[in-house]
T-cell receptor, first 115, second 110 residues
Framework: DVKVTQSSRYLVKRTGEKVFLECVQDMDHENMFWYRQDPGLGLRLIYFSYDVKMKEKGDIPEGYSVSREKKERFSLILESASTNQTSMYLC??????????????FGPGTRLTVL | QKEVEQDPGPLSVPEGAIVSLNCTYSNSAFQYFMWYRQYSRKGPELLMYTYSSGNKEDGRFTAQVDKSSKYISLFIRDSQPSDSATYLCAMGDSGYALNFGKGTSLLVTP
């Protein structure tokens, strides 16, 4: 069974703090993704990575950075947290596969509140 | 215009009803179409996947894709209270990333 775990279910931080969200997958997947999910806006892709040390910007990368030093771990970094980054953050992973399509497996999410 | 449009609902139906959920899209390059289900306080999980046009059935669920109209549907027959969740359509082309709809919230009442 594929498992994607996220370091925290709930997190409360103050404006200006540096925040690290960690994601680990145990299925040797090449692709990993970070999304944020907000009411009325749906899932929006922040960054994704298709290999170790590789990263690509998604639709809303501003204010975020990522790190992928090991295949199983993908970190999302908020350099200086702001209140508009209060959101549900979802990590996902998928195998590269032989076709373009790969099912994405999601973690349970981290509810981040920035005060 | 967002590439994927989905009515957010909420949609409330009685147990046993047939549910129809829909998405429209604008990018003709999309060829992979998925429906994810998300229960409250959980991450989304894949429910159905369809490649290109056509129908696919899995138990009480049927996914339909009409590429000529850029329209996809998910039908749930004999709906159950356990089907209460948010349903997200997702689609992709040859790249790594998927494009998600905003999700439709479904409530099936006993």
């Amino acid at each position: 069974d594929v498992k994607v775990t996220q370091s925290s279910r709930y997190l409360v931080k103050r404006t200006g703090e540096k925040v690290f969200l960690e994601c680990v997958q145990d299925m040797d997947h090449e692709n990993m993704f970070w999304y944020r999910q907000d009411p009325g806006l749906g899932l929006r892709l922040i960054y994704f990575s298709y290999d170790v040390k590789m990263k690509e910007k998604g639709d809303i990368p501003e204010g975020y950075s990522v790190s992928r030093e090991k295949k199983e771990r993908f970190s999302l970094i908020l350099e200086s947290a702001s209140t508009n980054q209060t959101s549900m953050y979802l990590c996902a992973s998928s195998p590269r596969g032989t076709t373009a399509y790969s099912e994405q497996f999601f973690g349970p999410g981290t509810r981040l509140t920035v005060l | 215009q967002k590439e994927v449009e989905q009515d957010p609902g909420p949609l409330s139906v009685p147990e046993g009803a047939i549910v129809s959920l829909n998405c429209t899209y604008s990018n003709s390059a999309f060829q992979y179409f998925m429906w994810y289900r998300q229960y409250s306080r959980k991450g989304p999980e894949l429910l159905m996947y369809t490649y290109s046009s056509g129908n696919k059935e899995d138990g009480r669920f049927t996914a339909q894709v009409d590429k000529s109209s850029k329209y996809i549907s998910l039908f749930i027959r004999d709906s159950q209270p356990s089907d209460s969740a948010t349903y997200l359509c997702a689609m992709g082309d040859s790249g790594y990333a998927l494009n998600f709809g905003k999700g439709t919230s479904l409530l099936v009442t006993p």
